[in-house]
């Protein structure tokens, strides 16, 4: 639904590619775990396949990463300081799968996160 809005806006509304106009749809995914993988990423090379969210989150939960960690709460003053560590790692795993001819929108991709995109994208804005 997200993804149709978006065409929809895109049609309707004044949208001018060739001079940088960009439309992103970002939403949360409990299967992809793609938020809470970004955390991870924050702190460990994750290079082995992840079963579910769960077992994203038992690796965030510990002493020396993000312990009690709730989807709910804001994080960004502990990942910040750590947030070059996650960019170098999420494209290394995108690297990983695209040498190993894996699309990056499968099962096979298991783990890896596209949200680096978005997130260099608004840095290089913000500066």
Partial sequence: MLVLSAKNLIKHDPYYPEDGDLVWCVFDCDSNSNDDLQYLLHFI?????????????????????????????DYYDILKPLRQHAVRRAQMLIEKHKKAGQPLLRCDSNPHTSVVSLVLYLEERNT
């Fill in 45 to 73: 090379d994750q290079g082995a396949y992840l079963k579910d969210s769960n077992a994203v989150i038992s690796k965030l939960d510990t002493d020396d990463r993000l312990k009690g960690y709730s989807k709910s709460k």
